[in-house]
């Protein structure tokens, strides 16, 4: 028991850096506190001599407390912030993947909001993909693109009336360009499945069906619209012509584009088509906001 | 609008908002369908709306327009050796600079080593040598801000063996070698002093009056024979009690109701903050008489 007064004793002690450095070791250590100190070389009467302990926890006790705390939030924000995917592995496979995820990527921003970032590349290197999932960082990749889609900068989107409003001329020359709260996420699994059973009440395991393979490959674009996040699948013609307006394309670049594998004709009325249906998206940044 | 403060003793720096909550996402649209704002200000986490755009800069600037706001930090890592995260420190400043917080506030604790975040309050021992490093710290952090902000004390689980003081002396000798001001987490006191023993009203005790800028109020859990500070309960009687015994010894100061986990409707949060208002009348009552008495 630590004296009354809260004064721990001024024992000797490590300098403050070995002292960090020794015990973020120990609370991030994969196997827990004792472990970790197994791991290292050192006994509990070391870490004794380290921290105060008393009948009602011991030292390696009390530093369990923030190994757990480590892991469990991350672990918890990341099935907040992926539960289709978490959904879809189950209890233990989404505490497997967690677990090798932050010993390849600890997080390295201050914010918990990124500690997802790279879970959509590494689960679809993980052996739970290998392992019949193939479709997993796919998934992973529409939860993520959804979350930060969201935070992204407010602008105001393209009004159908200003652009009718235009001389032909000024239109055809208009650069269209994409709104920045947005993002493509390339897919050849129908992982959309997945994710509307989950976020329609689903949420066992052995009750979501694997996605199956598309026929062809396609793209999901993400964006937000106001506060709501919005999803759906565009084949790949659309998700190039997509990419095309992050750099700002006019509207008769478009169809040219588009002309060099098809007739003018065909090439025009692609491009009103999903010029039409990015003016309803509010996909297309306003002009003049650039 | 709150009171003039009955004592004046609070820190002058830090104006006297009355009492608040948290913004919280899950009362987003209670708090903006309101036509008055139902606390006298509230409290953001900071790291939350460090990001360009969408629903929490909207909600946030609806909220400053209407009620005071102080931004709470979670990841200045004050004690830590690592630099200074200037990515961090300079958001912090963009925001600042774009709500006009009434205060701004972090934590006496680290939380990052070699670039990784434990997303954590971790403990720190209580030397010269970490005194040292810490108000060194504090003083870039407030050079950076222009501003003197608020030191929180923390839960903890930990206490080192080398420590050569309290706490609470600790927190002392930060404010004067670094001019800063205390953020009281009187839940937190209680929780420590639990779980290491120590008397939570010789904390209370010895903190300078005139430090402290900004008091916390939450509840906490229990874990086998500790306690756990996990905001997901109301403030318990133990804590009211040391709540009124901080009113008694610092007068009216700015007080929060912290609660982050099994968060209730906003009604329930606002009661409780409205329950922290009546405890600081009721313990600067007799106060008030005697100084009426003595005049």
Redesign the interface.
Same mark, same amino acid.
């Given at each position: 028991m630590p004296p009354a007064d809260g004064r721990a004793g001024g024992a000797a002690g490590p300098a403050l850096a070995a002292l960090q450095g020794q015990f973020f070791g120990l609370i991030t250590a994969p196997e827990g506190v004792a472990a970790g100190l197994a791991a290292a070389g050192l006994r509990d009467a070391d870490l004794d001599r380290v921290i105060a302990s008393d009948q009602r926890a011991s030292a390696v006790e009390r530093l369990d407390i923030y190994a757990n705390m480590y892991f469990y939030r991350i672990r918890d924000t990341l099935r907040d912030y992926f539960p289709a995917t978490a959904a879809a592995l189950g209890e233990a496979g989404f505490h497997n993947l967690i677990t090798d995820y932050l010993l390849a990527h600890p997080s390295r921003h201050p914010s918990l909001r990124e500690v997802g970032r790279h879970l959509p590349g590494f689960a679809a290197r993980h052996a739970l993909a290998a392992g019949g999932r193939p479709w997993l960082g796919e998934l992973a990749a529409l939860e993520w693109a959804r979350l930060d889609v969201f935070d992204r900068a407010d602008e105001p989107a393209l009004d159908r009336a200003r652009l009718q409003a235009l001389a032909p001329e000024e239109f055809a020359s208009l650069p269209l360009r994409a709104i920045r709260a947005h993002e493509l996420v390339p897919s050849v699994h129908a992982v959309d499945d997945l994710w509307s059973a989950v976020n329609g009440g689903a949420d066992a395991e052995s009750s979501l069906a694997p996605p199956a393979e598309r026929e062809t490959p396609a793209a999901f674009v993400v964006w937000r619209r106001e506060t709501t996040v919005y999803h759906r699948l565009a084949d790949a013609a659309e998700a190039e012509a997509i990419a095309w307006l992050q750099g700002g394309l006019g509207f008769g670049a478009l169809c040219e584009r588009l002309g060099q594998e098809r007739s003018p004709e065909l090439a025009a009325q692609r491009a009103s088509a999903w010029l039409g249906q990015w003016l309803a998206d509010g996909l297309l940044l306003s002009v003049g906001a650039e | 609008m709150p009171p003039a403060p009955a004592a004046a003793r609070a820190m002058p720096h830090f104006r006297y908002l009355g009492h608040g909550i948290g913004l919280r996402p899950e009362h987003y649209q209670a708090v903006l369908a309101e036509a008055d704002a139902p606390v006298d200000w509230f409290e953001i986490i900071s &790291?939350?709306f460090?990001? @360009?755009?969408?629903?929490?800069?909207?909600v946030l600037r609806g909220v400053r327009e209407r009620t005071p706001v102080v931004m709470h930090g979670v990841?200045l890592?004050l004690g830590?050796?690592d630099p200074l995260?200037e990515d961090?420190l300079r958001g912090l400043r963009d925001l600042a600079a774009e709500i006009e917080p009434a205060m701004v506030s972090d934590h006496l604790c680290?939380g990052?080593?070699?670039?990784?975040?434990?997303? &954590?309050l971790?403990p720190? @021992?209580?030397?010269e040598?970490?005194l040292r490093?810490v108000a060194e710290r504090v003083l870039r952090v407030q050079d950076r801000l222009q501003r003197r902000i608020l030191v929180e004390n923390v839960s903890s689980?930990?206490?080192?063996?080398?420590?050569?003081?309290?706490?609470?002396?600790f927190l002392a000798a930060l404010c004067a070698r670094a001019d800063c001001g205390v953020l009281l987490d009187v839940n937190n006191i209680f929780v420590s002093?639990h779980n290491?023993?120590?008397?939570p009203a010789?904390?209370i005790a010895g903190i300078p009056v005139d430090r402290v800028g900004q008091i916390h109020l939450a509840g906490h859990s229990t874990?086998?024979?500790?306690l756990?500070d996990t905001h997901d309960h109301p403030v318990c009687d133990g804590v009211w009690d040391l709540y009124r015994m901080a009113v008694r010894r610092f007068g009216q100061v700015s007080t929060l109701i912290e609660w982050d986990d099994h968060i209730p409707p906003l009604e329930r949060v606002v009661a409780e903050s409205r329950r922290a208002a009546a405890a600081e009348a009721a313990a600067l009552a007799p106060a008030t008489a005697e100084q009426h008495a003595s005049g």
């Open positions: - | &790291d939350n460090l990001v @360009p755009g969408g629903n929490p800069r909207r990841s890592s830590s050796v995260n961090y680290w990052s080593l070699g670039g990784q975040y434990a997303h &954590d971790l720190l @021992p209580y030397t040598e970490a490093h689980y930990v206490a080192f063996r080398q420590s050569a003081m309290t706490e609470w002396e002093a290491h023993g120590f008397d010789a904390f874990a086998g024979a500790l756990l």
